[in-house]
T-cell receptor, first 118, second 112 residues
């Protein structure tokens, strides 16, 4: 079964500082990988995705993520955090190969809450 | 139109009521999803529809009944819910299974 681990429940950074949110996954093959952001009481917004190809992917709002197959990781980064980035961030994986009973199922990590200090 | 809409935004219901949640997308997506999200937890998948057919049911109690009348619309019919069913219910859609999902703003459900 696929699983996602986000080791940091809560991260606090100062505005303008760099950010890295960690994500590790467990899956038999390379899955599709996603990062979503959620503000309180709102839906989830897709930040970026990795399907194949270049392991460094660019997303919206200045975020990027790097897929490292050897470490089963897909960490999210931003060089300079803005106060509006305060939210909860979810890493998610989905099977890439059709045919399995979980094809179409998105599995989320537990989330990382980001607090930004002025 | 690049959004998923959900109605109502808030719903309060008693345990004997019958209500429905509605989700709509006009992006031509052929996969649609229902999730349940409790406070401080990630979304939990409930149902997946692909080309209007139920593809995944994550062992959801029968008091939740999904319906996909057409490729743009997804309903979740609620009956005899329990207070522990109170949560944020999120709908999502994707071009097809396994592609990136786009989420609606959710319906905040409170069961009294």
């Amino acid at each position: 079964a696929q699983s996602v681990t986000q080791p940091d429940i809560h991260i606090t950074v100062s505005e303008g500082a760099s950010l890295e949110l960690r994500c590790n996954y467990s899956y038999g093959a390379t899955p599709y990988l996603f990062w979503y952001v959620q503000s309180p009481g709102q839906g989830l917004q897709l930040l970026l995705k990795y399907f194949s190809g270049d392991t460094l992917v660019q997303g919206i709002k200045g975020f990027e993520a790097e897929f490292k197959r050897s470490q089963s990781s897909f960490n999210l980064r931003k060089p300079s955090v803005h106060w509006s980035d305060a939210a909860e961030y979810f890493c998610a994986v989905a099977p890439a190969n059709a045919g399995g009973t979980s094809y179409g199922k998105l599995t989320f990590g537990q989330g990382t809450i980001l607090t930004v200090h002025p | 139109d690049t959004e998923v809409t959900q109605t109502p935004k808030h719903l309060v219901m008693g345990m004997t009521n019958k209500k429905s949640l509605k989700c709509e997308q006009h992006m031509g997506h052929r996969a649609m999803y229902w999730y349940k999200q409790k406070a401080k937890k990630p979304p939990e998948l409930m149902f997946v529809y692909s080309y209007e057919k139920l593809s995944i049911n994550e062992s959801v109690p029968s008091r939740f009944s999904p319906e996909c009348p057409n490729s743009s619309l997804l309903n979740l019919h609620l009956h005899a819910l329990q207070p522990e069913d109170s949560a944020l219910y999120l709908c999502a859609s994707s071009q097809k299974l396994a592609m990136e999902q786009f989420f609606g703003p959710g319906t905040r459900l409170t069961v009294l």
